[in-house]
């Protein structure tokens, strides 16, 4: 992992915008805006957002899995244009690309998207990949490949990727590195196999760690070591 990634894909579950005022809380969407807008300038960051907090295609029984994970892309969209609200008002700027058609949004362009991260503008990606049956682990790896970033970032609420379920087996340890192959061996449920197989071609190290921690984001951006390392 570099000591200090030039250019971070950072992978949102859309849990992290839940609070008390329901799924899209304008403290949690203001939290991580802050968060982001502290990052030092020279931390170029994307970010692909999840859409869990609204809805999850996979386990939305009642509905058609094709529609369901239609709305859950949608639910993406719907949190990254809050997203870019936050970071403008955080005074950072801020453009949100969609892999699904909408007038609120940019059309994914790999080539846009670098040359506004090296401007100094944060990018938003949304709609994971646009197709059903594939979920925004896979759009994340996708995308940390096309801008070409020096690291893959997933924060969610637990600490790493762990030897087994921890909310089963109280004797469950955290596993601090894996290699690739390591991990899709052993079929961790923490994030899609075909992230993992897109970022071992690309090279692209991985880190899944708890974004809930206080200050987490800003300690990834500086180098030092959280949560679970792929590579």
Known sequence: MPASPRRLLFKLSGEAFQGDEGPLSPQAVLRVARDVAALP???EIG??????????????????????????MLST??????????????????????AISTELCDPISARKARAALAGGDVVLFAGGTGSPFVTTD???????????????????????????DPRLDREARLLE??????????????????????CRAEGIPIVVFDYARPGALAALAAGQRLGTLIH
Do not use: C, H, P
Request: glycine share 14%.
């Open 41 to 43: 300038k020279a931390t």
């Open 47 to 72: 970010i692909v957002v999840g859409g869990g907090n609204v809805l999850r295609g996979a386990q939305a029984g009642w509905l058609d899995r094709v529609e369901a994970d239609g709305l859950g």
């Open 77 to 98: 969209v719907l949190n990254a244009l809050a997203l870019r609200a936050g970071l403008e008002a955080a005074g950072r700027r801020a453009i949100v690309q969609s």
């Open 138 to 164: 896979t759009a994340a790896a996708i995308r940390a490949a096309s801008i070409r970033a020096t690291l893959l970032a997933k924060g969610s609420n637990v600490a790493g990727v762990f030897s087994r």
């Open 177 to 198: 590195e894996l290699s690739y192959d390591e991990f899709l061996a052993g079929r961790y449920g923490i994030m899609d196999l075909g992230a993992v197989e897109i």
